[in-house]
Structure formats: C-alpha cells, structure tokens
C-alpha cells in the first residue's frame, strides 16, 4: 500500500471528531489492506510501530526531527523553530514549509507504508555512537521522498505524537466492521451507493439520507453470503466470519449477535494487547484465529483503572453492597508476571522494570505459589531503618535508575501488597468475579510483612465500618481506599467502575521556582509570575513544566502575597535580562492545575494548563518535589 493512502485517511480522520465516521473510514482502510501490509497499519493508525507493550520505542528528539526538516528542505532551523514557537505542530510545520520549498534529489521515491514502518522501526533499534546521526538520516530520507501531507503525518508519528483521534473504541469496532459479517437492523444499506452503514440518518459513504429501521423491506436489500438465524444459539461462531451478512428475526436478536462479535474482538485485544495482532488473525484465519489468542505471562497487558468518589456512600453505590474494601497504597503499580523460571515486571504504563527491583524478583520467586501467573499489586517503599512507609514521591526514582541498584536496594526497599490476579497455571482469570480472584491471591500468596502482602480488604455492607476502614488507611500513612465490586471481572485498561478510589484530596504537584518576571503597574515592585519546574531524576536536572502567577494575593490577610514571595525569591536570582530573572532551585510550592499538556516551549515537554498556586511547601527540599515521571504518568492517565 502506498503510505499516501493511509495519509489520505489519516486526514479525513482528523477532519471529523464523530466516532461512526473514523470507524467508517478505518473500516475501508482495513479491507483494503493486503495480508502483509494490515498489522503495520493498524499499528500506524495509532501512530505506532510497535504495540504498546513492546519495549521498543521510536525515541526520536524534536531537535533531530527539525534537523531533517531541515536537510530535506534546505529551510534554516530557526525559521522553523520560530514557525513551530507559533503553530505548536511541528507536523503540520514541515507540511508548510516544505510544500514550497523541497530538496529535489535523485533519491526521492514513492512511499510504501512498509518503507515508512520499516525506517521508523530502524530508529528504535539505533545504539551507540552516531546514533543521533543515522536517526538523522532515517527520518531525513522518507521526508525527502514526502509529499507534504505525508510529511504531517511522517513527522507527527516520529514524535510519538499522531494527533488523528483513533481510539481504542473506534478501532476495534472497526476490526469488527471489516471481517465479522453484519447483522442487518444494526446495518443499513444505502440504496445509492451500496454501502452498509451502521445506524446513522446519512450514508457515511456518499451522504445520502438513509432508512434506518428494522424490517423486511430492509432485509430484501442485502446480498451476500448470508446467515439466517432465529437465536442468537444458532451463530456458530467458528465459521461465523465467512459470511458476509446476519439475518436474525428482530432488532434485539440482531444487537445480541452484534455485541457479541464486539465482545470476541475487545476480548481478543484485552488478551494480546495488541490490535495488529488480532486484525491479523481475522484475516488469516477468520474466528478460529482469535480463538488462538491467548495471555501471555511475557506481555503485559493494560492494567485495570479506577474511578473516583468523593465518599463512602457513593463507593457503595459504584460497587453495590457488600463491597471489598482495600488500602490504597502510596506507591506504584507492578504488574508481576512469572513464565517457568522467568519473572517481568512492568509499570502500569507497561515499562519494563524487572532489573530496576531485583529484590522483588526474588520474593515472588519465594513467597508465591505456582509457576504461570500474572498478578496486580502496588509496590511501596519503606524507611530500612524505621520500617516507616514512605510516600511515592521517595522511591519514584527507583523505576527510571538503571545503575547502583543493589545500593538502592538497600536504601529504598519496597514491600509488594498484591491485589489482583490475572492469569493463574494457565487459566485465564479475566472473566472470574473480584470474590473468586481474591480468593485465589489467598490460597497462594505467603502473607510476609515488609516483603510481600495480601492486600489489606474488609468486606461490607456497613457505611459506618467503611468509613472506619477508610479513616484508618488514612492514619496509616494511605492514601485512602479502593472500593471493589465482588462479583465483577478484571477489565484491562478500562475505567469501568468495577474499582473506585476514595481519596480525601484532588492531584497536586509540588514544584520548584526556578524563574519570574517583575510585575508592571501597581505590582512593579514584586515578582509576579512564576517560572514552574519538576525535577528530572535522570539527569538531576530541574526542567520547565510552566508559569503561574494565579493564586498568589496582593494582601496579607488573603494568604500568600506577592511580596512575600518576592523577599523569599530575591536573595536566590541569579541573572536578570529585561523584566525576566533567574533563580536558583530552592523555594518549593505546591500547584493546582486543570490539565497537563504537551508543549514545545518547556523543557519538560509539558506545560500545565490553568496553574494555581495553593501553597508554600517549606517542609519539602527540592529533591523531593514532583518528579518529570509523575507529570508523564498523570499526563497519560488524563488522557486515559
Ligand atoms: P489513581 O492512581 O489515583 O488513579 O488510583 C489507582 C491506583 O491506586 C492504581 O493504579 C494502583 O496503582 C493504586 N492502588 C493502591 N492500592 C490499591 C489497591 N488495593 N487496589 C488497586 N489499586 C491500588
């Protein structure tokens, strides 16, 4: 396939924000797709060449990027720095620049989507010296070959950062459109172009009105190899995908058959993780294919979400009474898998980390029952010496450090609580109640403090004992509860409400002055805005998340002033150019925000939306404030 198809439709994409349109398009895509080129796309649509479990990453700097832009286009790196200061898009930046001007050479060729997947995969594998420069020349050579739409998309999908709004949801209803035969009533034929559409007043395909109720008028209308059923018992959903249409008697049959081809697909994906791999399977093998798909306890797969209460009450009316209740730790999640005599483990963004906690490694190996599993649980850490727990922000660095490890073994241990299980000896668990699961975590987990855990649960009904349970999780050092449904299964990375967090305050952050700017006007004498960074535990180095003046008072008696924090900043500047000064790491705030971002203009790569400063936090130095992993993790989890 030519890489300007797929840019075509990444467009069209982008140009509509209504789901059964993408899904639409997507579908097409999908069909045309030959049986080599269908599992790269579906990565591509996600503005991926690997799947999100995959270790490998493009991990290409916006620098080598403009770099490209640069060769392959002759235009000076600052004028498309300055363009991209003013568009935000770096993507759409090239598109511009490079539709007037482009480097002619010899060596431009027409894009195939394998050329553009492969090159984009070499980046991931680059290692040692000059690898800045090959990456250069990867990118380099298919920006050269590019028409400017497919530069867009080339340069957003070397950035990670594809932007066309293909969710989870949409591609998987796709899959669905594209090989499973469709149920007429849930589908309707346009009687101008043929299209069969899912219930929308408008053909997706050509725009004319359409008619979309059940009946037999509708039913004439379809040809193809056709299922006729009376129940939804009488699919046979082995040789379900070599039909072409569904014929059931009415309209709720038609929906039960529909949703549960939805079910086979989004379970196939819940599985593998991977909707490349289960496209690929439909089309080579039809149903029998997916039914191949199993856990692997070497792939992570998507970790269960929470969603949020604000009290007791509300938990129990998520999850119905009786309800699990459990701590909810201060820590981070690991998902521990064991193969035989192999142990992974990986984040809840499903990094890696099995040789960042050795000691981990070893305790599963000793204190867990069973050679195949895959299980949830929260690490924490803990003071050595005290034994006190400490909260996240301690051993944070812990999950990025790759050298001094047995030292930091020492230093920062972490007790493992475990609260789900996923698969166990080959049994997939996905589908068991919470009650059934826990039950098992029981029956094989040695309960071992300061080393590994059976997560702390109270079953109830009672709205005075939950709140008993919550305070005391509190007390100890918690940060509060998570109501749990009994009779629920395990939904990967679905916030469906089978798990609630209750905790008693909304995400702050709490970060480091490092700037500010003298007012003008009545606040001339005061610094008045606020240069925001968090701190880079790779490099140790303080990095950009933003600026912020809201929140700070003009008046004593409204809280923290403007002079205040201009005689605590004073004695730190460091330079001063124009209104703008510097200032050295040393006074620590906490911060409200709406919302993080993405942006170019601070070092971090994010920028927070609408910061509020609701504190000073003098008890913290600034090697304990917010760390750039915590922003990345609260900017994933809020696009989640
Ligand atoms: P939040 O990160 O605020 O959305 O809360 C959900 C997170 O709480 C999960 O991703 C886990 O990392 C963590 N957690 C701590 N204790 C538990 C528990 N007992 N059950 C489930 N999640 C827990």
Redesign the pocket.
């Known amino acids: 396939m030519k890489y300007s198809e797929l840019a075509k439709v990444y467009e069209r994409l982008e140009l509509t924000s209504k789901r059964l349109e993408k899904t639409h398009f997507i579908t097409q895509l999908l069909k045309s797709c030959s049986k080599e080129d269908l599992e790269k796309v579906v990565l591509l649509l996600q503005g991926k060449v690997f799947p999100s479990w995959d270790e490998n990453k493009i991990g290409v700097a916006a620098r080598t990027v403009l770099k490209s832009i640069n060769q392959a286009s002759g235009i000076e790196q600052n004028k498309i720095e300055t363009e991209w200061k003013k568009i935000g898009d770096l993507g759409v930046v090239a598109e511009k620049l490079m539709g007037k001007k482009k480097q002619h050479t010899l060596f431009s060729q027409e894009l195939t989507v394998t050329k553009v997947f492969n090159n984009l995969r070499k980046l991931s594998t680059l290692e040692g010296e000059g690898t800045v420069a090959k990456k250069n020349q990867l990118v380099t050579e298919l920006l050269t070959s590019a028409e400017p739409l497919e530069v867009r998309y080339i340069v957003r999908t070397v950035l990670e950062d594809l932007r066309v709004g293909v969710g989870e949801g949409s591609l998987r209803d796709a899959i669905v459109w594209a090989f499973f035969p469709k149920p007429v009533g849930i589908f309707f034929k346009c009687d101008k172009c043929n299209t069969l559409n899912p219930s929308s007043k408008k053909c997706l395909s050509c725009g004319e009105d359409i008619n979309t109720k059940f009946n037999i008028e509708a039913e004439k209308k379809f040809s193809g190899k056709t299922l006729e059923i009376t129940k939804i018992e009488d699919v046979d959903i082995d040789t379900i995908t070599n039909y072409d249409i569904v014929k059931a008697p009415d309209e709720k049959t038609a929906r039960k058959v529909y949703d549960h081809f939805i079910n086979l697909v989004q379970h196939a994906y819940d599985v593998s993780n991977d909707f490349g791999t289960v496209a690929q399977a439909l089309k080579e093998n039809g149903k029998k294919g997916l039914s191949k798909i199993a856990l692997n306890p070497e792939t992570p797969i998507k970790?269960m979400?929470?969603q949020?209460v604000s009290n007791v009450d509300e938990g129990f009316e998520k999850v119905g009474r009786p309800a699990a209740i459990?701590?909810?730790?201060d820590?981070?999640?690991l998902q521990v898998h064991k193969k035989g005599d192999k142990i992974l483990l990986f984040t809840?963004r499903l990094e890696n980390v099995t040789k960042q906690f050795p000691e981990v490694v070893d305790l599963v190996k000793d204190h867990i029952n069973g050679k195949n599993f895959i299980l949830?649980s929260?690490a924490v850490g803990f003071n050595p010496k005290t034994g006190k727990y400490l909260p996240f922000q301690h051993i944070s660095q812990r999950i990025r450090r790759k050298y001094d490890i047995p030292e930091l073994v020492k230093k920062l241990p972490v007790e493992l609580?475990v609260?789900?299980v996923v698969e166990y000896e080959g049994k997939n668990m996905l589908r068991v109640s919470f009650k059934e699961r826990r039950d098992l975590i029981k029956s094989i987990v040695k309960n071992t403090p300061k080393k590994i855990r059976i997560?702390e649960q109270i079953v109830t009904e009672d709205n005075k004992k939950a709140q008993k349970f919550y305070e005391d999780s509190l007390k100890e050092g918690n940060?509060g509860v998570?109501f749990?449904s009994l009779d629920a299964p395990y939904k990967p990375g679905s916030r469906v409400g089978h798990?609630i967090?209750l905790?008693p305050v909304m995400?702050s952050l709490d970060l480091v002055i490092v700037g500010a700017e003298w007012g003008t006007g009545k606040r001339g004498k005061w610094l008045s805005s606020f240069t925001l960074a968090c701190l880079d535990e790779d490099t140790h180095d303080f990095v950009e998340v933003g600026k912020v003046g809201t929140g700070v008072k003009e008046k004593e008696e409204e809280g923290l002033t403007f002079n205040q924090m201009t005689e605590l900043l004073k004695p730190h500047i460091t330079s001063e150019k124009g209104r703008e000064v510097k200032i050295k790491p040393k006074i620590v705030i906490e911060v409200h925000y709406e919302e993080i971002q993405k942006s170019p203009t601070y070092g971090s790569g994010y920028a927070l939306r609408f910061p509020r400063v609701i504190r000073l936090r003098e008890d913290r130095n600034p090697k304990e404030i917010s760390t750039l992993d915590m922003v990345e993790e609260l900017f994933f989890?809020q696009k989640k």
């Open positions: 970790v979400l929470a949020k459990e701590h909810k730790y820590g981070f999640r809840r949830d929260e609580n609260f789900d997560a940060e998570m749990k798990m967090k905790k995400e989890e």
